[in-house]
């Protein structure tokens, strides 16, 4: 297993202490990833009634491991060498450990993919390591499974500002996500393009009209229905920052759709297999640790579009940003599903494909055609030399 991705729905940046910890509340904690080889646990090594003397151990060298590995005598003996010290009530009991490991994919689903691994930041002679506070049996069993690293807690002494943690997030997750097909720029923390086929990152699209909020701030922003009040779906929504615009120009719903790992695009079918619906989800998460509005009023759905029902959208505008186009026939599908109940349509298409069919269904023609079919009242905004025009579509119901 190569890595641990936890699932950014469900992120919390805020830390629920188990009883144990419970002197602890009101602690600041800092939420990043670590590599589960570099954890120490604390274990008893003496032991005299409640007093006990510890060991910083590597997990691999610790007994709850060693019971992963079959060694369950060593692991049952160091619970009775030293009684309340560990305490059954403070260590799981063989049995407990037992029932823990036969639950399918224990520590990698729900309830557990939302917790963390709670540590402190310690001085060892090697310099400053991450010491366990409550998690050992999980991260000895997730480093048993093969993953290399998981999301952790760590203490920190004082305030915490959110820019702190802002900046540790997306330095330590951004890359669970290969391709980063919109470049981003919160607060000064940059996340650039990168995409198939080298996935290397471009500087030069940050602040480029063809993407991200220099597109927005461009054609988009302008030429966007009216949205206040309003539900929206963005169809196709990659990383779901034009959702997330919309919700701040006072859309009161928006549900971006996009694809999981399993969906392919039937134009480029060497485009990473990536849970895009995930990624859309970290970029909500940097806006709310950002301090910006909106967030609240946004979902997104993991949809193969090639199978979405677009009869069930139930919704004041239809969104789509150069994606439709790609599905052929199914474009003209979804126009015909949508236009007795859906009044706004705002799509954008890309000129500059080449290949002849891909080029018809992306034509504008193709678009005012499809739309005015329809019933709908079309619009048309293509400055000259930008192969990224926009297409808006009123009607009364």
Partial sequence: MKGYQPSHRNFSFSVELPANLAHMK???FIICRAPLESLLARIVTESEGVQARHALTPLRRTP???FLEGQRASYQ???ERHGLTVGYGAEHSVEA???LLSEPGAYLAPPYQSSYIICEAVDTPSGKQAVILDGVHRAARLLHEGVRSVPVAILTPGALSSQMQLRRYVTDFKDDFQEWYTPLDIQGIVIHERTYPEFKERPEFLR???RGRSKWEFIIEKNLPDVRGKSVCDIGCNSGLFSLYMAQRGANRVVGYDRLETAVQPTNTDLPRQNVVEQAYFVRNLFRLAGQPGTESVEFVACDLAQLDFSSLQHDVFFSCCVLYHFGELF???IRAIHLRIPEVFLQTNLGHKEPSLARYASLDYHRTLLEKYGYTVSI???EGYDYPVIRGTKTL
């Fill in 64 to 66: 709850h491991f060693a």
């Fill in 381 to 383: 905004d293509a400055p």
């Fill in 97 to 99: 450990f037992d029932r």
């Fill in 26 to 28: 009101g602690s600041s």
């Fill in 332 to 334: 003209a599908e979804a």
């Fill in 77 to 79: 003996a160091y619970l």
């Fill in 208 to 210: 480029n009209r063809q």
